[in-house]
């Protein structure tokens, strides 16, 4: 099967879906709102990523968590990604939805 970004891209997108549902909303989930990640700046989301870079090559919480892991550095990015947008008043990146590189 030839290599295909986007198909790799929608599989791991649904693990972290997977993440959100059975790990984040549980644990970290306020029905009122107020979320302790929407305190954050971009650069507590930064140092988030790197604590779960920086345990990356231990393997003291097992193979699944440190899969895992990888799968929060992306939940993180995507905090960045939101922030950044928020504060710049940035809608979209690629707003014709990237066919300008077709």
């Known amino acids: 099967m030839p290599?295909?970004?986007?198909?790799?891209?929608k599989k791991f997108s649904k693990q972290v879906e997977?993440?959100?549902l059975a790990y984040t909303l549980p644990q970290y989930a306020n029905p009122d709102g107020n979320e302790q990640?929407?305190?954050f700046t971009v650069e507590d989301c930064w140092k988030?990523?790197?604590?779960?870079?920086?345990?990356?090559?231990?393997?003291?919480r097992g193979e699944i968590e440190q899969v895992r892991d990888v799968i929060k550095v992306?939940?993180?990015?995507?905090?960045?990604?939101?922030?950044?947008?928020?504060?710049?008043g940035i809608e979209?990146?690629?707003?014709d939805g990237g066919k300008s590189n077709e």
Not at 3 to 9: A, G, I, K, M, P
């Open 37 to 39: 990640v929407d305190e």
């Open 18 to 20: 997977a993440h959100i």
């Open 74 to 88: 992306a939940h993180y990015a995507q905090f960045i990604f939101d922030k950044l947008c928020d504060e710049k």
């Open 92 to 95: 979209e990146v690629y707003p």
């Open 3 to 9: 290599y295909d970004r986007l198909t790799q891209w």
């Open 48 to 60: 988030n990523i790197d604590r779960y870079k920086n345990r990356r090559s231990s393997c003291t």
